[in-house]
DNA sequence: CGGTTGTTTGAATCCCGTCAACTGACGTGG
DNA sequence: CCACGTCAGTTGACGGGATTCAAACAACCG
């Protein structure tokens, strides 16, 4: 392992407040892998034996039941920390993270989560309000899958993915890794079919265009009136 | 405030690394309040003033949409801490803690949640876990909503609640707090009158017992079985 | 004993999932 | 470079589970 370089990590703010050195030692306790579309980083059930941070690509995380419905838990963006199983007193991972789109992620050995948080309680803070995030982002879910119907859920999902991960074209904004109806469908809980004749529907007002495993918001403000459920 | 007995507190599991004069000390800072039927802890949205815990009651938190809808987010059982939305760097309550039951809570102020975790890294320790904990029961209710039908939502709902707050009875397992149709609705995503319908059905199938506001549990080998999926 | 709140049940409606068939894009190998 | 297999997406028809609308009933409370 020939080290990792500082600059890869150094403009990330989870790191912000750590000297050179001190991020230096983090460095040194961990390595680098790649991994090419379609593969895991780790598998749903596995013993947890590292957490990671995704320094380039997309992360799909998914779940599956038992009768094998699969859902897409969340999506990890540059910048994520994820797999942190450990720190929550976990055993296992509770999920599967698949790569989008070629990915280039930082592992850590569990053991050096305490070092981690000792070296700096800054990343203590900051992982602590990343779970109270998702924790909130996951109450929002349930809500809306709850009480909104699938079109709305389905509008809220794209605006969540276009914050997250939007690239901005002369066109519109366009969602910046390859993300298929199936995808959505399982983000939103619904079935690709439905959600094909949404984004058809759409594409016809003019509010999105598609395209094999592509979508580009056209209109962000008209998508952002649907999902506040506006009259129609 | 003539102080808190260290009685009321000392079997929790949340504070079973403390010594007695530690635990005195926390519980100089605290206060108890009491709650009737109806009433609400904090208000969502309301700047976060206070962490609390449960020492006797039940509380349902709810959130309510734009759009006036409601829903239940989770059920505060008795030694369950709650609204500890600073800790996660939030300034606000995400929801509301009704009381569903007469409950009594103690409260400290957000300010010595910094003390409270230096006095005993355990208790963050602790709370690390509870959040995990409630982070994976999101995505477990966020997987359900999303491939399960009403029924199986509801058996598993109900399992929940009596694994939870379950109290033995002769001819059956009781849930141990006002709970009304409404509320099972507002947990699973769907109608009082679809829950009613569901709870009909089982109640002639010998399943439950149904009463206003109460709920007991006949069977509930037979009830995980229908929450399980297997043939109907 | 009215009024309020919670529950039950029926009938009509409709959203959405399922089934099914087809189209188009991509890439790989002959 | 074209043929073919695979994968992603589109679209129509149909059925059913769940919501909605509506009305009556039962339990609790002051």
Redesign the pocket.
């Known amino acids: 392992m020939a080290g990792i370089d500082r600059s890869l990590v150094r403009a990330l703010p989870l790191f912000n407040k750590l000297s050179d050195s001190e991020l230096d030692d983090l460095l040194a306790q961990a390595s680098l892998r790649r991994f090419a579309v379609g593969e895991a980083v780790f598998e749903q059930g596995a013993a947890a034996t590292h957490f990671f941070l995704l320094l380039h690509g997309r992360l799909k995380v998914t779940q599956v039941t038992a009768d094998g419905q699969q859902i897409i838990v969340r999506v990890v963006h540059p910048g994520d920390i994820f797999g942190f199983a450990k720190a929550l007193q976990r055993q296992d991972y509770p999920g599967t993270p698949t790569a989008a789109a070629e990915s280039v992620v930082i592992c850590w050995p569990t053991e050096v989560w305490d070092l981690f948080v000792e070296k700096n309680p800054h990343l203590a803070v900051n992982a602590m309000r990343t779970i109270g995030e998702r924790l909130q982002e996951a109450h929002t879910r349930i809500r809306e899958m709850a009480t909104e119907?699938?079109?709305r859920r389905v509008a809220h999902a794209v605006l969540r993915l276009i914050k997250q991960a939007g690239k901005i074209e002369s066109a519109g904004i366009r969602i910046d890794f390859p993300?298929?109806?199936?995808?959505i469908?399982e983000m939103t809980?619904?079935?690709?079919?439905?959600?094909?004749?949404i984004?058809?529907a759409w594409?016809t007002k003019g509010l999105v265009q598609?395209?094999?495993?592509?979508l580009l918001v056209r209109d962000a403000t008209a998508l952002r009136l649907l999902a506040e459920g506006s009259a129609d």
Not at 210 to 214: I, L, S, T, V, Y
């Open positions: 119907e699938v079109e993300i298929s109806r199936q995808d469908a809980g619904t079935t690709l079919h439905t959600v094909s004749r984004l058809s594409e598609g395209g094999r495993q592509k």
